[in-house]
């Protein structure tokens, strides 16, 4: 498949900016045993470091799609692939059944290339100035998100999508922001108040996501 190589390419074009600078080692293995810090994972000693530390094949599995979203990411961060820690890059595969949406989100700690390996699949992201941008990408169009932004993807066809997207971390982080404001304890006149919501669809959202209050 020719997408492939043109993935890898955008991962290692997302790590330059971390691998301009000189290493003082050749990698760093996260010791998943070992507490993550700002830093990411404590290296592993490179005595009992083997080839499978920088081998990963989960990405060849086809996610759960059967949930509310009707969508599955499945990671490749540095605490699923310790390979990755420390250098800069990471990866993960989306999965959208028909209907299926990865809904608002960002990624903190990263910017992400995502490229479409089957179906079509909408997909955006707000600036900071409140400017969408969004297109409908088909198989082998690649997007990027900028680290930060809320982003979005939806499967555009009545067929199964997949994506793999890499991102310019190896802890990129998460945050949706429907859970963000409705799958926890924040008490619903807050919500309410900052968001200028009905409170009886805010429960409503609630009970759906998990949230109390």
Request: proline share 6%; with cysteine.
């Amino acid at each position: 498949m020719q997408i492939l190589p043109l993935f890898f390419i955008s991962c290692l074009l997302l790590s330059s900016s971390s691998s301009s600078h000189a290493a003082v080692q050749d990698f760093c293995v996260g010791d998943l045993t070992a507490p993550q810090g700002p830093a990411g994972y404590s290296c592993k000693n490179p005595s009992i470091v083997t080839v499978n530390d920088f081998v990963y094949s989960a990405l060849g599995i086809a996610g759960n799609t059967s949930n509310l979203i009707k969508a599955a990411v499945t990671p490749a961060f540095a605490a699923q692939f310790p390979g990755v820690n420390g250098l800069g890059i990471s990866s993960a595969r989306i999965d959208l059944a028909p209907g299926g949406v990865v809904p608002f989100h960002t990624h903190p700690g990263g910017s992400e290339i995502l490229i479409v390996l089957q179906g079509t699949i909408t997909a955006g992201f707000v600036s900071s100035a409140n400017t969408v941008y969004f297109k409908t990408l088909k198989v082998a169009d690649i997007m990027v998100f900028p680290q930060g932004l809320l982003h979005f993807q939806v499967n555009a066809g009545n067929t199964v999508a997949t994506a793999y997207v890499s991102f310019s971390s190896s802890s990129p982080g998460l945050q949706l922001l429907d859970y963000a404001l409705f799958g926890n304890n924040i008490p619903t006149e807050l919500i309410a108040a900052t968001t200028f919501l009905d409170s009886a669809q805010i429960k409503k959202l609630k009970a759906v996501l998990g949230g109390t209050g």
